[in-house]
């Protein structure tokens, strides 16, 4: 998340917004029913009685004509004795629940064989040295590194194993210097979206005195001189851009722009190559429907000039030299391409270079001269190069149907470096050299499995509407259709996140022990462009919805799986479309995962990054948005009586991006509405996030945690 290319906006996008790979994980195991002292999917559960009920509130809003009960509005407050109590009272019942379960040590051996191998991100190039972040197999956390040299050896620069005993605290790689001696990295507490920020002198090997406060920091970007920085981070009254003189007391930073934007907002600064330019993104809410470019030279103090600031679409600027090349949905839903100079940045100085065309341009970035086109190719990546006019001269070959990701390199320089991943490959890193036209694997860690034991399919079916969608099938080689499979259904519909093939070790060990992993490209996504992206958005999200529940449908129809041996997960923005998906069809599933979840869409918009997601979904505040919110609202749509599926939710007090408390809320209500005596439980750790950051044995002990409440569930045979 280092570039400065239009892909890494977009990308910090998703992740200001709702990120899909950091919270997706929990995937299938099969475990027997037949174990001594483990009671069928369909037999009442212990923890069904466990804990006692939650107090019920007399909490009420009004909207318009219509009042609606809050009935666990004393959830939200997270620091009460009462809330407090609660948490320790659930996650007592989730351990004492899943603890006992038979075959935990060996989902945790084969969890740690697969997740305890090397692990490298794509590496910054300044001043012929190379920057990243590396986990060795035996670390708990990643570590950042200098490679002084394409084939030198790797150095640490900075190792945050001895920052806490338990490893939650970790390092984040948020910019290096032009000339490659100062490395600006954050410190991270457990899952937090704020980090601290410090400068490392690599030549010293000292941290300077600048210590910049706690936030949340958009952008980081120091000046070619290496004296001063320019940088965006979050303040109560919304995004504000700071200049820092090295050496001086970051208390006294002047704001240098955004003294207008709201809480709503996101500020990117980003400072061209030779320091004369700075470049203002500004986002409103997570980007989903609009974006505004202002230029400014800041060398000679000159006016912020708008490039576009008139148009309700998206524009992500990438530096070619004394150009800009911008990225954008305007008037073209799978997106285009248009170049212009940074001295005369108004959209009447533009000339489109890369036309649109009939597959989704998901990012640019500028390499050597050339313009990288990264393309979505139905749910696939693709990688093209153009000229600097936009002539395409050819295409970065790939080895599968997979995902490239962290593109990383610049306009002076060569080489371009990028991730790729797909259900049976792990990441690996990517050296192409733009001059000989060629790649290079750079980086790439061993990970313990037969890639070629296992097959992708791509099939496509009908939603509710008729319209087609693909879905892609991961499992292994050879497997019957004759009902019986244990099936992971997963998905995530919004943002304009495309969902394309990865690895998740999780998936892959489900898939070893006979299972199939069903990932569906909804609507809302941005796999085929603005337009698929609008058709599940706003007023049209129940669009998305049912776009999944006719993907289990097609699984059930044909013979993949029963509405028995059926799972269903889902994060974030995933986490509301599983509880969306629970609550309009609680008989269509056997068990749900919900990740770090959105799931009382009336408040959503008054807690953490709320705001942000705003022009996503709508607002309850909007007397036009609040009927189709309310109507699918997760937690208003529980009925009582109703038999739910067996449920875990999964959330902690490290999320400080999607606020735990639609997870603590929507428990409460279901373990006193549900009629099925199924067990619904909350893994609640104290420490967890949604960013990241997390050491392997804790993401070890949750995710078997996660896998024996599914494998219970679902009671599928073992082995």
Known sequence: MQTRSSGVLRGRRKRI???RWIVRGALLLAMSTQIAGLAPAQEPSPAAKCPPAARIDSAK???GSTVVADPYRWLEDQNSPETRAWIEAEQKCTEGALSKLPGRTGLSKRLT???RTDSFEAPVERGGRYFFRKRLAGQDLLLLYVRRGLNAADEILIDPLPWSSDHSVSVTFEN????GRFVFYGRREGGQDEITPRVLDIEAKTTLPDAFPKSQYFAIEPTPDNKAVYYSRVTPDGPRAFYHLMGTDTAKDPIIYGNSLGKEMILLPQLSEDGTYLVYLTLYGSGSERTEIYVQNVKENGPVVAAVNDQKSLFYPTFAGDRLFILTNWKAPQWRVFSTSLASPQREHWREVVPAGDVHL???AASGGKLIGQYTHNAASELKVFNGDGKVQTSIGLPALGSVGAPTGRWESPEFFFSFETYNSP????????????????????AQFDSSAFEVQQVWYPSKDKTRIPMFLFHKKGVKLDGSNPVLLTGYGGFDISE?????PLVLLWAERGGIVAEANLRGGGEFGEE??????LGKKQTVFDDFVAAAEYLIANKYTTTAKLAIDGGSNGGLLVGAALTQHPELFQAVVCFYPLLDMLRFQKFLDGPYWVPEYGSSENADQFPYLYAYSPYHRVVDGTKYPSILFVTGDGDTRVAPLHARKMTARLQAASGSKQPILVLYDTKSGHSGGRPVNKIIEENTDILSFLFWQLGVPAN
Do not use: C
Request: no cysteine.
């Open 176 to 179: 290096v210097s032009r000339d």
């Open 17 to 19: 917004g709702l990120s």
């Open 427 to 446: 990441p690996a890193i990517f050296r192409y050299d733009v001059k000989q036209a060629k790649s290079e694997v750079w980086a790439k860690g061993k």
């Open 113 to 115: 064989e697969l997740l």
């Open 532 to 537: 698929w992206h609008r058709a599940g958005m």
């Open 500 to 504: 394309t093939p990865s690895y998740r």
């Open 61 to 63: 809003d009004t909207y």
């Open 362 to 364: 998901e990012s640019i």
